[in-house]
């Protein structure tokens, strides 16, 4: 199925993103459609910087445009398309003199495809997490919005009631005192009696029905509280808790905003009919009236269902985080962090009435600096909502008795000490007066950038077990997690950092880690201390650092590789192994190292002997130190081995399984300018990895193969003597010019025998490097040289004048080559 294809195919919400991403002239939509499979078959990305491929693929665009017309005017019904292509054509010609443009153009529009194609599968993989909890959802927001609906209703109902109680005893009330007022015999006041009596009868019965329907109400009311309360706020708590650790959950208070205010307004309307009974009995009462009675309790339970939705309203909207911070709810001394409170009951009368404050307390105890009340207010809230929105709070360690630490708490660390932040105010409104209290989900406070690896740890174990946010003891007796719910909180950690989560093979690979081989690893159970405090075998470093490395890698350096599945990411070497000897020659993956302590990835590739044995060759692992300097893309790209006559050559041909690897990281290449570049404003480089043939270590099909390079080790293919050199080749150099002598240069940065060595210093009088000495073919520019280019210094003057730089990082040594 082609791209196109798989575009037409998406939700309407993608569908239009695509359809509108085709809305100018630059290329029409119909060519797309029509020319579908030849587009996405040809390397337009390769034809942007080729000029030559260019020109090739815009004559053989013009030609299937040709016969895409010939096709139409054979056709009844395509008269239009048939002018339309021809329009199209003569659109076209304009690019004839400057074809990469037209192939620029083509690729960006390829590119931003797969971007919506991107974006639709994350969100199916969001979906896919859901669904069942999704269903559920719905069906229960159903039956809530039916049990609000009837409330409602009936509360509607009740007002026409008490409207026709009213009337009644008016009219009771008038034909009684002008039956006292009236003269008339015996019989017909014995007559008027028994129609008073009648009437009087009336009344009652509607008092009676009045009030039993109240408490028929009050029964339907407790039956949604509790429905609302102790169900869908305690949900949306706990999808709360899950998402401030990456979980994809909706966290939206549109829902309970409108239930808690529809619920607490129908209350208060039943309180305003109990005070109407006030009125009513003030008028007029008799023998056996109902309202005294009954009255008073129903009044309690309208009043309990009150306060107890308006207490349970005010919620801690978005949790404190610090804007630099590592996650929600690591807070540090002296530096700012924001949260915000909301009253789900939107009341306007009360905008700006309600004032909030903040304290914390709980083992060490802290001052609170900057703005500690706020009024809870609709301006800043986006749909008018009750919110205050604390943006500068600060908390500061205030040391108390012999220390910061509380007297109790002397066997937890301070990442494990966990502080609640709580809000106050007071709720007045229409005779009902409630104090509201909530507190955010536990906090974790330190004091330096240090702690801030293992606080978060702290933060994921404690809301990935603990669904009651007010035990603040939880590390005292920390729980071990299952497996299961261990690996959905880590897919949610490589969500959040790449937006992609953990697959399958990727999670039994950590299983098999950790337990070792099983059947299942459902009731597999791994302990707060195997995750954070003890080391992993043969390491030095725990299970989380280890991980939090990679996650840090991915965020900061691979997101985009890990968004659209580049990355296999965790698989054992062994499955490696298996997966790549089955593969094409030059078919390579990428995996994280399993023992570099702060992330490390690394590549393994197949290659085929004479003989057709396989052999799987793994180079060390780069880190952030070196992916800071060169993106992996780019390491990709120009990574170089160096073959027999020492020319260098690029083994990685596929990505697993048989992705070209120009198709899958061609986008992400990139190509420095002068202006990125400063230092090279004379020459355009690039740098390149390379290593001799011979010295790569790998894995040959047999019976005393290793298993490949030590990951432990900085990045290179080499386990022995010979180190990975990084080697910059000039692309278009104006040093042309040709010496018997340029070897001596070369070998002052490079050995002979391939060991890299610290740059010597160059010669004092130094002829043009050969491009011999690189036993490699690069583009010839005839007539430039040194002289010519109005460079008169020495080479080595040279360098010092613009200050070039030649580091020796680890066990990689940087190299210029100058052709």
């Known amino acids: 199925m082609t791209q196109w294809e798989r575009l037409q195919q998406l939700d309407t919400v993608y569908s239009q993103r695509a359809f ?25 990305e390769r034809a942007s910087r080729d000029s030559s491929q260019a020109a090739f693929l815009f004559q053989v665009l013009l030609e299937n445009l040709d016969n895409q017309f010939s096709r139409f005017a054979q056709e009844r019904d395509s008269f239009l398309l048939q002018r339309n292509f021809r329009r199209y054509k003569q659109n076209f010609q304009k690019y004839q003199e400057e074809p990469y443009t037209l192939a620029t153009i083509i690729n960006w ?3 931003k495809e797969k971007g919506i194609l991107n974006d639709a599968e994350l969100a199916q993989q969001v979906q896919t997490l859901q669904v069942q909890p999704a269903a559920m959802e719905l069906e229960s927001q159903r039956q809530v919005e039916k049990r609000l609906k ?17 009337e009644q005893q008016d009219e009771f009330d008038f034909k009684y005192q002008t039956h006292l007022m009236d003269s008339c015999t015996a019989e017909e006041k014995k007559k008027q009696l028994e129609g008073l009596q009648k009437m009087l009868n009336a009344v009652d019965n509607c008092r009676r029905n009045f009030l039993s329907d109240i408490s028929a109400i009050l029964n339907a009311a407790d039956v949604l509280c509790s429905a609302l309360i102790d169900e869908e706020l305690v949900e949306w708590k706990r999808r709360q808790q899950k998402s401030c650790i990456g979980a994809p959950d909706d966290t939206s208070l549109e829902h309970l905003e409108k239930w808690f205010t529809q619920i607490i307004e129908c209350m208060f309307q039943l309180q305003m009919f109990l005070q109407k009974l006030d009125e009513l009995v003030g008028k007029m009462t008799y023998e056996n009236d109902p309202i005294p009675v009954q009255k008073p309790p129903l009044q309690s339970r309208v009043d309990t269902l009150l306060t107890h939705l308006i207490k349970s309203s005010f919620v801690v909207e978005n949790q404190p985080s610090m804007p630099q911070g590592r996650g929600l709810l690591v807070l540090r001394t002296n530096v700012q962090f924001s949260v915000k409170v909301r009253l789900l009951y939107k009341v306007p009368e009360l905008n700006h009435v309600m004032k909030v404050t903040v304290s914390v307390n709980k083992f060490r105890k802290f001052n609170v600096l900057g703005t500690l009340s706020k009024a809870l207010n609709m301006a800043e809230s986006m749909n008018g909502g009750m919110v205050a929105d604390f943006r500068h709070l600060t908390l500061k ?12 708490d002397l066997s ?4 494990e000490e966990l502080h609640r932040i709580t809000f106050q105010t007071q709720f007045d409104y229409q005779g009902l007066s409630v104090p509201l209290e909530t507190s955010s989900l536990p906090v974790v406070v330190i004091s330096n950038s240090s702690q801030q690896q293992s606080a978060w740890a702290s933060v994921l174990w404690f809301n990935m077990l603990c669904p009651d946010p007010e035990n603040v003891k939880f590390f005292e007796t920390s729980p071990a997690a299952t497996w299961p719910q261990f690996g959905e909180m880590l897919s949610w950690q490589f969500l959040s950092c790449g937006k992609r989560c953990l697959h399958n093979d990727q999670l039994e690979t950590l299983a098999i880690k950790l337990f070792g081989k099983q059947q299942s690893y459902d009731n597999c159970k791994i302990s707060w201390t195997k995750f954070s405090k003890e080391n992993l075998p043969d390491t030095n470093f725990t299970l989380w650092v280890w991980l939090d490395g990679i996650l840090n890698l991915v965020k900061l350096y691979l997101s985009d590789l890990w968004s659209d599945g580049s990355i296999m990411g965790f698989v054992s070497k062994g499955k490696e192994r298996l997966l790549l000897k089955k593969k094409q020659n030059g078919t390579f993956l990428l995996r994280f190292s399993e023992s570099i302590k702060d992330g490390g990835i690394t590549f393994s590739w197949v290659q085929y002997a004479n003989d057709g044995t396989p052999s799987v060759h793994t180079v060390k692992p780069f880190t952030s130190t070196d992916l800071k300097q060169i993106a992996l893309p780019d390491i990709l790209c120009n990574f170089r081995i160096m073959v027999a006559e020492n020319i260098p050559v690029n083994p990685l041909c596929y990505l697993y399984p048989n992705t070209p690897k120009d198709q899958a990281f061609g986008k992400y290449y990139s190509e420095k300018t002068e202006e990125e570049n400063p230092y090279l404003k004379y020459l355009k480089t690039k740098l390149v990895f390379v290593s001799k043939e011979n010295s790569c270590s790998g894995v040959r099909e047999g019976p005393e193969s290793d298993l490949c390079t030590q990951d432990r080790d900085p990045p290179s293919i080499s386990d022995a003597g010979d180190e990975d050199v990084l080697l910059r080749e000039s692309e278009k150099s104006p040093m042309l010019s040709s010496s018997t002598t340029d070897a001596d240069i070369l070998n002052s940065m490079l050995d002979i025998d391939g060991e890299s060595t610290v740059p010597k210093p160059f010669p004092a009088t130094s002829p043009h490097i050969s491009l011999s000495c690189l036993h490699q073919n690069f583009p010839e520019s005839a007539g430039d040289n040194l002289e010519e280019a109005h460079f008169t210094d020495t080479f080595q003057e040279f360098f010092n004048e613009i200050n070039f730089q030649i580091q020796q990082e680890d066990n990689v040594n940087l190299a210029l080559a100058l052709s």
């Open 20 to 44: 509108d991403l085709y809305n100018g002239d630059e290329f029409p939509m119909d060519v797309r459609h029509y020319l579908a499979h030849w587009i996405e078959g040809q390397d337009w």
């Open 109 to 111: 529009f390829l590119v």
């Open 412 to 415: 937890l660390s301070v990442t």
């Open 150 to 166: 009837d409330l409602k209703t009936k509360v509607e109902v009740m007002e026409h009631s008490i409207r026709c109680l009213e």
């Open 397 to 408: 360690d205030r040391k108390v008795g012999g220390g910061g630490k509380g007297i109790n």
